[in-house]
């Protein structure tokens, strides 16, 4: 019988109570990460959150949700939603994937899944149910997995053609052909490349950035009419995420991120490239500090 969430194993996320994932959430919230900025990087922070959890002797699971866009290659269906900074050139936020730690919480006689999303959910753990529904997305599927699944690698066309020695590739995950003909698979781990490299603390340093780009060059100037252009600009660098990972990560150009624009405003580009790298390096040493901490038993 084909398992419903095939990289979940059985009793291995804690159960706790109530109380517990309430102060589990409360100190997450005291610990820096920027929730933000929304543009990306929500795998980062999850993985994250699991480190954390695991220094304290707790074992989370992983919500991720998928759009129609990344499973059928006959849908452009994101999950999509305003932006209430009003950061995004386009005024929205959009996702094909979204991810967030999930809880087993016992309350009365039952065990909850609850999910941790201070992003959507500021104030508590909530139900996954819950969860699902603020995506407000038709047709979203998910799955709850182990949280030592860090990412996934997805194919950008249709099953039928991928060539026959991809398809002797067993994929750890495989939606029903019927249902997706684009597969979600290789779900990988937080080892080998994107451990050496800090894929993580380059996310959360990109989004840490982002957020303090927005709340002094940006969030004063939303409603300027002298500086509209400016705005615009700001907006299209910051609020969008792969422009800022070009320009402040990758140091680096593309055709929006170009020449002219990064000399007009090479100052302040500048000046967040500095801020970037002493964030990069705060978060480096975080996650050094998470992994020492991380005990070999967990609480139950």
Partial sequence: MKRKHPLLTARKASVIDLDTANALFAAILKSDIPFGYQQAN????????????????????????????????SSSKLISFADKKNISPGGRIDWGFHVAPILQVRIGTKVRKMVIDPGLFPKSPVRYRTWLAKLKTRKLIYLIMDSEWYLFNSSMIPNSQLSPDYNEIQPNVKLPDWFADKLITDFFKYEDDCLEQHWIEKGLAINETALAFYESEVKHLLHSKVNHELVEDYKMLSGNVFNFETVFRDQNWNYEMNEDFQFRHQAIIAKYREIYEATLKKWQASVAALLIAAPKKRKK
């Fill in 42 to 73: 929500c795998h980062n922070i999850t993985h994250y959150i699991s480190l954390l959890l695991a220094s304290k002797g707790y074992q989370c699971a992983k919500i991720w949700a998928f759009a129609p866009v990344v499973y059928s290659s």
